[in-house]
Nanobody, 126 residues
Framework: QVQVLESGGGSVQAGGSLTLSCAIS????????MGWFRQAPGKEREFVAA????????AYADSVKGRFTISRDSTKITVYLRMNSLKPEDTAVYYC???????????????????WGQGTQVTVSS
């Protein structure tokens, strides 16, 4: 069974940066596409970014495009979400997910059947 574990959340002032990390175990990392989602209080979970199995294709939500970067390191079996120019509206619990099949055209589709982490809190103060 695939286990997903996020880390790296915290509190930062607006304009600051954070890097989230996500590792998986119990599965071959290179066979999974990885994604980041977030859920703010009182709001539905939303897609943030995703990267395919090879690391060659990515997709981003319009709200984070140009500020966030998703990447993966197969040697460390970890996917990262580098978040720059953070805004108070980026405050949320960030979740990492792993799925076997994904392409950028799918964006948020197909992740419900994947494996999810417990989430890590990101708080951006103004």
């Amino acid at each position: 069974q695939v286990q997903v574990l996020e880390s790296g959340g915290g509190s930062v002032q607006a304009g600051g940066s954070l890097t989230l990390s996500c590792a998986i175990s119990g599965a071959t990392f290179s066979t999974y596409a990885m994604g980041w989602f977030r859920q703010a209080p009182g709001k539905e979970r939303e897609f943030v970014a995703a990267i395919d199995r090879s690391g060659g294709k990515t997709a981003y939500a319009d709200s984070v495009k140009g500020r966030f970067t998703i990447s993966r390191d197969s040697t460390k079996i970890t996917v990262y979400l580098r978040m720059n120019s953070l805004k108070p509206e980026d405050t949320a619990v960030y979740y990492c997910a792993a799925v076997k099949s994904w392409s950028p055209a799918l964006r948020a589709v197909g992740w419900d059947s994947g494996s999810w982490g417990q989430g890590t809190q990101v708080t951006v103060s103004s």
